[in-house]
């Protein structure tokens, strides 16, 4: 399952007064299982990337293969994709339309070819993963829950397929720290079992929990691709980038001007604690 | 978006752009009427020459003024054809069943498809060079002579510039569900109609929510910004009418005014 992108370009509206250039000469390959966390100040592309991946847009230029097929060559089936890539959008609860959240769950399986019993079993999952009580929840109108229910609902609306790759854009958007951590635990937990997690996102502490490896965009052009705890290195070219860093990495940043020794890779919580406890025992000057 | 929508604005600063928005709608307004009154072939020479002008002035490209009429083929064709045939039994060459096809009709029908052609021209040019907002503001100012009779003019005002600004956000709001449910695995590319049909609410149901909880939030944002609806609302930006607005509306006026005059000159032709 791997999403290979081949000197992509891509612009919007062109040979007309209104012409942007939104991405350009993109090379990328994401592998199996990868956990890919794309960064970037808004309007530098990231939704035009995701969207060319999924194949809701076509290329200007280059070209995008799937598992080693072109998506937008003429033979390729589009259901194929639909059913390998899922895509949670920024307040996916917006697609919520049916009458309970059992029937608003399975509408993307109506025509994955599944069984009955398949699609069933399909929703029930999707329901729990996504961390709500089946029968309590199932028969209920959408309409009627929270706004981070809905959103868990929205997202087991997408997972329901099983799609081998998810695609999510700016998913903790609005949720409290509880919903997000259990959410973001979700993505960690369904990386474990081998989809590939695609995510953007401007909160850098969470990128750097969970993602392995981190994409910078600036201005249509791919400005950095590095495995993540390299990525946050160099604080002023994030900066002009319009990109932040975690808190640890600022705090093990701030220790080193103060002349502590601290590593440049220090990007999460649990790398930072044992440094700043030896610290505070007095050592590492 | 792989072309231009019709009629979108297009940001510019030729002298059409800078005009006053309520001049140049009333401009339009006497312009349209003065196409109708046409009944010579010089009038429409000097419609078309002074329509051309206009063109020339916005500094909007040639196809991008004339994509009004880009799917209206079919529209004129038709037109023409049953002027011809219908129009004017009397003169017919000759007849067959209901069919009386004639040189007065055809003619006729041709100044019809010239004066609707004439008129999406023109209604394009300025829609192209004057921002959505600024019509809805033209049209207030158009329209406010009639508060004194009592309909709430500066309401109705606020009601179409909402909407008018509103129309961009939902546009988006449809991309986005449609994409989301895209790729969830709905079809909308189903031939059966049955089947369109029920693809149609997972589209259907999530624009009326995202747009009444638009509506809810927009309304509570403006009470808390303290509108009460009262009439006599100021602008945030406004200019004096300058000599350059004047001499425009001058200018149409004096075309109107020629348009009248060749008109009464010319009052045995029948088209």
Same mark, same amino acid.
């Given at each position: 399952?791997?999403?290979?992108? $081949?000197?992509?370009?891509?612009?919007?509206?062109?040979?007309?007064?209104?012409?942007?250039?939104?991405?350009?000469?993109?090379?990328?390959?994401?592998?199996?299982?990868?956990?890919?966390?794309?960064?970037?100040?808004?309007?530098?592309?990231?939704?035009?990337?995701?969207?060319?991946?999924?194949?809701?847009?076509?290329?200007?230029?280059?070209?995008?293969?799937?598992?080693?097929?072109?998506?937008?060559?003429?033979?390729?089936?589009?259901?194929?994709?639909?059913?390998?890539?899922?895509?949670?959008?920024?307040?996916?609860?917006?697609?919520?339309?049916?009458?309970?959240?059992?029937?608003?769950?399975?509408?993307?399986?109506?025509?994955?070819?599944?069984?009955?019993?398949?699609?069933?079993?399909?929703?029930?999952?999707?329901?729990?993963?996504?961390?709500?009580?089946?029968?309590?929840?199932?028969?209920?109108?959408?309409?009627?829950? $929270?706004?981070?229910?809905?959103?868990?609902?929205?997202?087991?609306?997408?997972?329901?397929?099983?799609?081998?790759?998810?695609?999510?854009?700016?998913?903790?958007?609005?949720?409290?720290?509880?919903?997000?951590?259990?959410?973001?635990?979700?993505?960690?937990?369904?990386?474990?079992?081998?989809?590939? !997690?695609?995510?953007?996102?401007?909160?850098?502490?969470?990128?750097?929990?969970?993602?392995?490896? !981190?994409?910078?965009?600036?201005?249509?052009?791919?400005?950095?691709?590095?495995?993540?705890?390299?990525?946050?290195?160099?604080?002023?070219?994030?900066?002009?980038?319009?990109?932040?860093? $975690?808190?640890?990495?600022?705090?093990?940043?701030?220790?080193?001007?103060?002349?502590?020794?601290?590593?440049?890779?220090?990007?999460?919580?649990?790398?930072?604690?044992?440094?700043?406890?030896?610290?505070?025992?007095?050592?590492?000057? | 978006?792989?072309?231009?929508?019709?009629?979108?604005?297009?940001?510019?600063?030729?002298?059409?752009?800078?005009?006053?928005?309520? !001049?140049?709608?009333?401009?339009?307004?006497?312009?349209?009427?003065?196409?109708?009154?046409?009944?010579?072939?010089?009038?429409?020479?000097?419609?078309?020459?002074?329509?051309?002008?206009?063109?020339?002035?916005?500094?909007?490209?040639?196809?991008?003024?004339?994509?009004?009429?880009?799917?209206?083929?079919?529209?004129? !064709?038709?037109?023409?054809?049953?002027?011809?045939?219908?129009?004017?039994?009397?003169?017919?060459?000759?007849?067959?069943?209901?069919?009386?096809?004639?040189?007065?009709?055809?003619?006729?029908?041709?100044?019809?498809?010239?004066?609707?052609?004439?008129?999406?021209?023109?209604?394009?040019?300025?829609?192209?060079?004057?921002?959505?907002?600024?019509?809805?503001?033209?049209?207030?100012?158009?329209?406010?002579?009639? $508060?004194?009779?009592?309909?709430?003019?500066?309401?109705?005002?606020?009601?179409?510039?909402?909407?008018?600004?509103?129309?961009?956000?939902?546009?988006?709001?449809?991309?986005?569900?449609?994409?989301?449910?895209?790729?969830?695995?709905?079809?909308?590319?189903?031939?059966?109609?049955?089947?369109?049909?029920?693809?149609?609410?997972?589209?259907?149901?999530?624009?009326?929510?995202?747009?009444?909880?638009?509506?809810?939030?927009?309304?509570?944002?403006?009470?808390?910004?303290?509108?009460?609806?009262?009439?006599?609302?100021?602008?945030?930006?406004?200019?004096?009418?300058?000599?350059?607005?004047?001499?425009?509306?001058?200018?149409?006026?004096?075309?109107?005014?020629?348009?009248?005059?060749?008109?009464?000159?010319?009052?045995?032709?029948?088209?």
């Amino acid at each position: 399952m791997s999403i290979e992108l $081949s000197r992509v370009s891509y612009t919007y509206s062109p040979g007309t007064v209104f012409e942007t250039v939104a991405l350009q000469e993109i090379n990328l390959t994401i592998e199996d299982g990868e956990y890919l966390g794309l960064m970037g100040k808004t309007g530098c592309g990231k939704s035009t990337l995701l969207q060319l991946m999924v194949g809701l847009m076509q290329p200007s230029r280059g070209q995008i293969f799937v598992d080693g097929k072109d998506i937008n060559g003429r033979d390729y089936v589009r259901a194929e994709l639909r059913r390998k890539i899922g895509m949670v959008f920024q307040y996916p609860e917006i697609q919520l339309f049916e009458t309970s959240v059992e029937k608003d769950v399975a509408f993307g399986l109506k025509h994955s070819g599944l069984s009955k019993a398949e699609a069933a079993d399909n929703v029930r999952w999707a329901i729990e993963i996504v961390g709500l009580d089946y029968d309590k929840i199932r028969s209920v109108s959408p309409f009627s829950l $929270s706004g981070g229910e809905k959103r868990r609902v929205a997202i087991a609306g997408i997972l329901a397929a099983k799609p081998k790759i998810l695609i999510l854009d700016e998913p903790i958007a609005g949720l409290d720290p509880k919903g997000r951590d259990a959410f973001l635990d979700l993505t960690q937990k369904l990386n474990a079992d081998g989809v590939t !997690i695609i995510m953007v996102s401007h909160n850098a502490d969470a990128l750097s929990k969970y993602a392995s490896r !981190i994409i910078i965009l600036d201005s249509g052009r791919l400005a950095l691709d590095s495995p993540s705890k390299d990525a946050f290195k160099d604080l002023a070219r994030l900066e002009t980038l319009g990109v932040g860093v $975690s808190q640890a990495r600022e705090v093990a940043h701030l220790l080193s001007q103060c002349g502590f020794q601290t590593p440049a890779d220090i990007i999460r919580y649990e790398e930072l604690q044992p440094l700043l406890l030896s610290i505070a025992r007095g050592g590492h000057l | 978006m792989k072309s231009l929508p019709t009629g979108i604005f297009i940001p510019g600063d030729s002298p059409i752009h800078r005009l006053d928005s309520s !001049i140049k709608l009333l401009a339009l307004f006497i312009t349209v009427v003065t196409i109708v009154l046409v009944n010579s072939f010089l009038g429409y020479v000097i419609m078309i020459l002074f329509i051309m002008m206009i063109a020339m002035l916005s500094g909007i490209s040639l196809p991008v003024a004339l994509n009004a009429t880009n799917k209206l083929y079919w529209f004129f !064709i038709i037109i023409l054809l049953m002027n011809t045939f219908f129009y004017s039994p009397e003169d017919a060459w000759f007849s067959f069943w209901v069919f009386t096809p004639s040189m007065t009709g055809f003619t006729y029908g041709l100044t019809v498809v010239l004066r609707v052609f004439l008129a999406l021209v023109i209604s394009n040019i300025l829609t192209s060079t004057t921002p959505p907002m600024e019509i809805t503001h033209a049209l207030e100012h158009l329209i406010s002579p009639f $508060s004194y009779v009592g309909i709430p003019t500066g309401q109705i005002a606020m009601i179409l510039s909402i909407a008018i600004q509103f129309i961009p956000t939902l546009a988006e709001e449809t991309d986005t569900i449609r994409k989301a449910q895209m790729t969830r695995g709905a079809r909308f590319d189903s031939k059966k109609i049955t089947q369109k049909a029920e693809a149609v609410l997972p589209m259907v149901i999530p624009i009326f929510l995202a747009a009444f909880k638009r509506a809810d939030e927009l309304s509570v944002a403006m009470e808390a910004r303290g509108y009460r609806g009262v009439s006599g609302r100021t602008k945030k930006s406004s200019r004096p009418l300058l000599v350059g607005d004047y001499g425009a509306l001058l200018i149409v006026l004096l075309v109107c005014l020629l348009q009248i005059a060749l008109r009464l000159i010319n009052l045995t032709r029948t088209y």
